[in-house]
Every structure is written in C-alpha cells, then in structure tokens.
C-alpha cells in the first residue's frame, strides 16, 4: 500500500473536498450568468473569468516573495487556511449576485482568496513530500481531484436542473469550508506551532532568532 506523511494527507484530501465542491458549479457557471444575471451575455462570462485568471496571476509572485521571505511554516498555513476560507465563501456570495458588476466582485474576491491559499499549499507540500515519491505524491493530488471534478460536475449539472442553481451553490460553500476543516487538522504539526488562537506574529520569530544566536 501506497503510504503518505500526514501532512502531504491533509493537504491532499482538503484539496479533494474543495475542488469536488467547485466542480459542482464550473460546468455550469456560464449558464448561471446568461440567466440568472440581468443584462448578463457571454462577454460578462468572459470578464468573469478574466478577473479570476489574472488577478490570480498578479498575486501569485508577490505573495510567493513574501511567503519565502518569512522564517518558519507559520505565515504559509496561515495564508493557506485563511485563504481557502475566503474562498470557501464565495458560493455563498453568488447566491445574492442579481449585476455584472456583483459577479465581477466576487470573482476578485475569490482570486485573492486563492492566490493567498495556493501560494501557502504549495509551499508546505512542496516542502513535505516524502524523498523519493515526488512524482507519485503530486500525482496522488492531481488524480483524486481529476475524478472527484469529473464525478461532481455530472452531479453539479443534474442538481442544477432538477432544484436551481442555489441549493448547488450552498453544497459548493459547505465542501470549501469542508476542505478548511481538514486543514486545521494540521495545525500542530506546521514547523512553528501556534501559540493561543491562530496568529502569525513577527516577533516570535525574532525572538526566537535571537535564542538560536
């Protein structure tokens, strides 16, 4: 049997229940915007994902700089937890989305969250993958999430039709927050325990550099 450190697990199952509640929507996105959406046309799908795709890239670098100029794996789960809740939160908010502009919000929002919470995953599962099993590991991750979005995008097209784009949405917002829960499973064993309540504080890590001199 194939055996995994607990802290590539976690991440790899979080992504799984985020991922599988997304799927539940890309399919069927554009058409949540043609129709539910007032003066909405393809081009407001276009704009839509636009904001998504570059704003994420945008942020992606910065954050990524600001990550690696941090001692200690604090800063990364913080950004990782915190971010993927922003995100988790999002399917909630299109259920009110009556504007373009709504949507285009929205999206911004959930570009940020993302930036924020991929920057912070890639950095601890990069930095605990088990030696030796690095194509084996990220191959555990793309293929689980390949499987649970191909299974929940066929759920994700029927639930739509048969009850509305809302009851879809709110699934969507429940397996996001699903995904953060899993996280917190790892929160003693991040290099840099936290203290009461999670917080990230510079000057932890100075003091804590001033006793290893």
Request: glycine fraction near 12%.
């Amino acid at each position: 049997m194939l055996k995994v450190n607990k802290i590539v697990k976690y991440l790899i199952l979080s992504d799984i229940a985020f991922w599988t509640g997304w799927g539940l929507i890309t399919p069927i996105f554009a058409i949540f915007i043609v129709d539910e959406i007032q003066g909405a046309t393809a081009l407001t799908v276009g704009i839509a994902s636009a904001i998504y795709c570059i704003l994420t890239s945008l942020l992606r670098v910065p954050i990524g700089m600001f990550l690696d100029n941090c001692k200690g794996e604090q800063d990364d789960y913080l950004f990782l937890t915190v971010g993927l809740f922003i995100a988790a939160l999002v399917p909630f908010g299109f259920i009110f989305c009556e504007l373009p502009w709504h949507i285009y919000l929205f999206q911004a929002i959930y570009a940020t969250g993302m930036a924020m919470s991929l920057s912070g995953w890639t950095a601890i599962f990069t930095r605990h993958i088990d030696k030796g099993k690095e194509a084996t590991e990220w191959g555990l991750d793309a293929t689980f999430l390949g499987f649970g979005a191909g299974i929940s995008g066929v759920v994700g097209g029927w639930a739509a039709t048969n009850f509305g784009f809302v009851p879809v949405f709110v699934a969507v917002g429940i397996f996001g927050i699903l995904g953060v829960i899993l996280l917190l499973f790892l929160r003693n064993d991040i290099k840099g325990i936290f203290g009461h309540g999670m917080r990230f504080s510079l000057k932890e890590i100075s003091r804590k550099d001033q006793e290893q001199k």
